[in-house]
């Protein structure tokens, strides 16, 4: 085989293998165009005492379709009441009567800032490992009850050993599998830093991880835009952060259609789910419905 020849197969193969990996994780179809919610926005209102309004979390679906006119929910582990499946039972009727759906359960190791879980699937200690893998299994089962088809790990502060990493990850994937479900890789603890991290992690277990890319966990402007062009190809969820708005709905903190227009150059068609948090609730939800509408309007306009 000439040279030539030789780097056409190469660079056939790369390319074969990367459209593989890509779609090892398959977005929903049918939620392409949608814009849903984190329940991360809404937090204080779903904590007594935390907001002018509390929002229980079996009136959450009803409040999502009637007041915010949007169906997809992202469920913060912290956000569930319970897991007794009972109680799951009950979540998952008001979902259905609203007509609403759980995305993805995003698993988290602290909530309002005190740690409830350790979830260290890459530690170094086997038996920290084992007993991590145990406790997300029991959020995969929850995130299964209430009808979730992703659930996101949450990653280590400090970098990992990418072996260990990669050895947790598939079996979660395993797990997953076996409900019908997949994992997603958010750009949070030590990923934040690294605009590499989801590809080359994703990688590192075979494509057997997607993602959902998030637009503000980036630990510099540079790192944004870099790390949002290298995660979207795998994306098939995306945590559309917004942080503070000004007047007219300037948003100083980064370019909000920028991150839209990045994540559409790379295929992904959503969910777009808005993370945006506030406790004055009247102000929260006119917002929420601004950025809706923002997303909704940019989908509108590329689409054509």
């Known amino acids: 085989m000439d040279r030539r020849t030789f780097l056409s197969t190469a660079a056939t193969l790369a390319a074969a293998t990367a459209a593989r990996t890509r779609a090892a994780v ?14 991360s926005s809404i937090f204080r209102q779903m904590t007594p005492g935390r907001a002018d309004r509390h929002v229980g979390w079996l009136d959450l679906p009803k409040v999502m379709r009637d007041e915010l006119g949007m169906r997809v ?19 998952r009727a008001a979902l259905d009567a609203a007509g609403c ?25 086997r038996a920290v490992r084992e007993a991590a893998l145990t406790r997300y299994r029991d959020w995969i089962t929850a995130a ?22 990669a050895e947790g990850l598939g079996r ?17 603890g030590w990923m934040a830093a690294d605009a590499d991290a989801i590809p ?5 277990v075979g494509g057997r991880v997607g993602a959902q890319p998030d637009t503000g966990s980036w630990e510099s ?3 944004r835009e870099a790390g949002l062009r290298k995660a979207f190809p795998f994306a098939v969820s995306c945590d559309f952060k917004v942080g503070r708005l000004g007047p007219n709905g300037v948003h100083a903190a980064y370019d909000l259609k920028r991150c839209f227009d990045l994540g559409w150059q790379a295929g992904f068609r959503g969910p ?6 506030g406790e004055n609730t009247r102000e929260l939800f006119r917002e929420l419905l601004w950025i809706r509408d923002q997303l909704k309007a940019w989908i509108s306009a590329a689409g054509r």
């Open 26 to 39: 398959a977005p929903n179809l049918a939620w392409a165009g949608e814009v849903g919610l984190t329940t």
């Open 73 to 91: 929910l992202d469920f913060n582990s912290g956000s569930f009441a319970s897991l007794e499946p009972g109680q799951l039972d009950k979540f």
């Open 101 to 125: 759906v759980v995305s993805n359960v995003k698993v988290n190791t602290t909530v309002l800032g005190v740690k409830v879980q350790d979830l260290s699937i890459e530690s170094p200690d």
């Open 144 to 165: 299964h009850h209430v009808g979730a088809r992703w659930v996101r790990p949450f990653p280590a502060d400090v970098r990992p050993d990418l072996p260990l990493l």
């Open 172 to 188: 979660l994937a395993d797990m997953a599998d076996g409900r019908h479900m997949a994992v997603l890789l958010e750009n949070a």
């Open 200 to 204: 080359r992690v994703v990688a590192a």
């Open 221 to 223: 402007p540079a790192l």
């Open 272 to 277: 777009w789910v808005i993370e945006h948090a």
